[in-house]
């Protein structure tokens, strides 16, 4: 599968937990932008906060402009604060692809795959992307990364937090 425009957005990783645990609220990124008119970006960010009892986050991954990257929704967060040990599931839309008939073109749909720990100041891990073709055909690859963490203000409430990744999510998340 061929994808022509790749546009990967941005991830934090937030995590609300007991003060043994790995930082509580935060974002981890290896998200590098270049300098100059036309800024591109890529790399990888996460964001996960507790919303009423529940672990809820997004992920977006930059290859292309530094603005407005797709995002995908966590699915299937598992967490445990004593090994610090995490994993999840999003989908997301980076481009486009060509259609299965026709000339066409229909929006890419990848699915990823992470599972690894959070320790002091970064998480490590596995990231499996899959690009998932109209007829259910998937293509995989794997990769271990490393996300810093970033400083950030965590004055947001966390039903605003949600609200305005949820808009995000709306305008640029998956298509499928």
């Known amino acids: 599968m061929k994808v022509t425009h790749l546009a990967f957005g941005v991830a934090a990783l937030s995590l609300l937990g007991a003060a043994s645990s790995p930082p509580p609220i935060g974002v981890w990124s290896n998200v590098q932008v ?43 967060i598992r967490f445990d604060e004593k090994t610090g040990s995490i994993s999840f599931t999003s989908k997301l839309s980076v481009g486009v692809v060509p259609a299965a008939a026709g000339n066409a073109w229909v929006p890419s749909r990848n699915l990823y795959e992470f599972k690894g720990v959070i320790g002091s100041g970064a998480i490590k891990g596995s990231l499996r992307r899959k690009f998932v073709e109209e007829d259910g055909k998937e293509t995989a690859y794997d990769e271990s990364i490393t996300l810093k963490a970033k400083s950030t203000a965590d004055d947001e409430p966390a039903a605003e937090w949600l609200k305005r990744w949820t808009d995000v999510l709306r305008l640029r998340g998956p298509k499928w």
């Open 34 to 76: 270049s300098k100059g008119e036309d800024r591109h970006a890529s790399g990888i960010e996460v964001e996960i906060r507790k919303h009423n009892g529940v672990l809820v986050g997004f992920l977006s991954e930059f290859v292309g402009p530094a603005e407005d990257p797709p995002v995908g929704k966590l699915e299937s």
